[in-house]
């Protein structure tokens, strides 16, 4: 029986031991509230040239300098939640010769991606985003800008327990489809206020440790050199 329960644990290890020696060789579970979200939005998002929102600021006495530029790093720390695209393959049948259905894949459909954002009292991530909205179409004369004004690259990462990227996407082109209403209410006493936006974008390619880090540390180059 003892040989029979060794080649039993050996193909099929169901044991606590096993259990924690599969999880620490792979380093431990994934945390999914280590994660990272860098993209730089359009320029005209950048800066603060919200007349009345200063006007505002300077009677509360909250009026700073640094208020008159954006810094897209703030999203980052802002971003409550956020999803990994997933990606679909869409089948067709047909019948063999066998006359038993079969199915063969006909094009692949990436899902849009959803976040999540905290709002604070400036509403920076709701401006930043109606400004974004804006550089795609105009809601007056309904005209579309250029793709090179408001498509941006964004990169979302796994972090492990020392913010080491496990894994990255970069979603390539990407741009709000979708900013949903801010819900208030007074019963909400101790709430938090959040924002939900969808993002569209023309393909997603899936980066290991080294490259996604590679990837994160060019965007926040790029997020200098726009604030410069």
């Known amino acids: 029986m003892g040989l029979l329960s060794d080649i039993k644990n050996t193909t099929n290890p169901t044991t606590i031991d096993g259990f924690k020696a599969t999880i620490g060789k792979r380093g431990g579970i994934a945390r999914a509230n280590r994660f990272s979200v860098t993209f730089t939005p359009p320029s ?76 604070t009292n400036d509403y920076y991530m709701k401006k930043m985003f109606d400004r974004w909205q804006s550089a ?18 964004v990169i979302i990462q796994q972090l492990d327990q020392q913010n080491t990227p ?18 208030l209410s007074n019963e909400a006493v101790d709430s938090t206020t959040s924002l939900q936006v969808t993002l569209a974008y023309d393909n997603f390619v899936v980066e290991g440790a ?7 540390i060019g965007n926040k180059l790029n997020v200098l050199r726009r604030l410069i």
């Open 44 to 119: 005209q998002t950048l800066l603060n040239l919200d007349l009345q929102s200063m006007a505002a600021s300077a009677l509360s006495g909250s009026f700073s300098l640094g208020g008159l530029v954006n810094d897209p790093r703030d999203i980052s720390i802002l971003c409550e939640s956020c999803s990994l695209p997933g990606r679909l393959i869409q089948t067709s049948e047909y019948d063999s010769m066998d006359r038993t259905p079969k199915k063969f894949p006909t094009v692949v459909i990436d899902e849009d991606v959803n976040f999540s954002f905290l709002l």
């Open 136 to 153: 795609v179409i105009d809601v007056d004369t309904h005209l579309v800008n250029y793709p090179r004004e408001y498509k941006r690259d």
């Open 166 to 183: 496990v894994y990255g996407v970069k979603l390539i082109n990407a741009f709000p489809t979708g900013v949903n209403s801010v819900e």
């Open 210 to 216: 080294i490259s996604s880090l590679l990837s994160n």
